[in-house]
T-cell receptor, first 116, second 114 residues
Framework: GAVVSQHPSWVICKSGTSVKIECRSL??????MFWYRQFPKQSLMLMAT?????????EQGVEKDKFLINHASLTLSTLTVTSAHPEDSSFYIC????????????FGPGTRLTVL | GQQLNQSPQSMFIQEGEDVSMNCTSS?????WLWYKQDPGEGPVLLIA?????ELTSNGRLTAQFGITRKDSFLNISASIPSDVGIYFC??????????????FGQGTILTVHP
């Protein structure tokens, strides 16, 4: 149980294009999904919190117009990196939880984005 | 804001040895979680702790939620090569504007020599 998938697992794109990453909870309903970014040999950095049916809450310093998040259903959240640039290259990981007070976050396998 | 200090940053051990790592926080948490991350993959939940003083095992792994709610440790007994990876502690505070968010430690890189 508690399986989270991400698609694609890796993507290479040209500078200036937009990339969409999907995060799905496969066997449970995720009231809340989180998007993280991770640089090599570093810890996970929270970018935004996404609640089903409402606008995402972004962490300080994260551009909401750059990283568009949509959480249209209880099993799907998407992150769109708009007008990607090489500095956006990173490992993006989503997690999902049912949103209860002590609930655990279950992570997806991550998406490696490379912007040329 | 809340900060987690995880130590050690890295460990090099021989197969069969026991391993211990810990995390301390500047403030209290309601939940402590321990994750393992393999290269190029997402973190996988190892153990979740929900009560102060709780001691929980998962196979060769044992973790405890500190009485003060500001610390936790993870022990791995009789390490094997597949234990190699990065171990993260994470704390969850169910209150205020940080509701639902996890605060992560810096990670412990574990290398096991056969």
């Amino acid at each position: 149980g508690a399986v989270v998938s991400q698609h694609p697992s890796w993507v290479i794109c040209k500078s200036g294009t937009s990339v969409k990453i999907e995060c799905r909870s496969l066997d449970f309903q995720a009231t809340t999904m989180f998007w993280y970014r991770q640089f090599p040999k570093q810890s996970l950095m929270l970018m935004a919190t996404s609640n089903e049916g409402s606008k995402a809450t972004y962490e300080q310093g994260v551009e909401k117009d750059k990283f568009l998040i949509n959480h249209a259903s209880l099993t799907l959240s998407t992150l769109t990196v708009t007008s990607a640039h090489p500095e956006d290259s990173s490992f993006y990981i989503c997690s999902a939880s049912t949103g209860s007070l002590s609930d655990t976050q279950y992570f997806g396998p991550g998406t490696r984005l490379t912007v040329l | 804001g809340q900060q987690l200090n995880q130590s050690p940053q890295s460990m090099f051990i021989q197969e069969g040895e026991d391993v211990s790592m810990n995390c301390t926080s500047s403030s209290i948490f309601n939940t402590w979680l321990w994750y393992k991350q393999d290269p190029g993959e997402g973190p996988v939940l190892l153990i979740a702790l929900y009560k102060a003083g709780e001691l929980t095992s998962n196979g060769r792994l044992t973790a405890q939620f500190g009485i003060t709610r500001k610390d936790s440790f993870l022990n791995i007994s009789a390490s094997i090569p597949s234990d190699v990876g990065i171990y993260f502690c994470a704390g969850h505070y169910a209150g205020g504007t940080s509701y639902g968010k996890l605060t992560f430690g810096q990670g412990t890189i574990l290398t096991v020599h056969p």
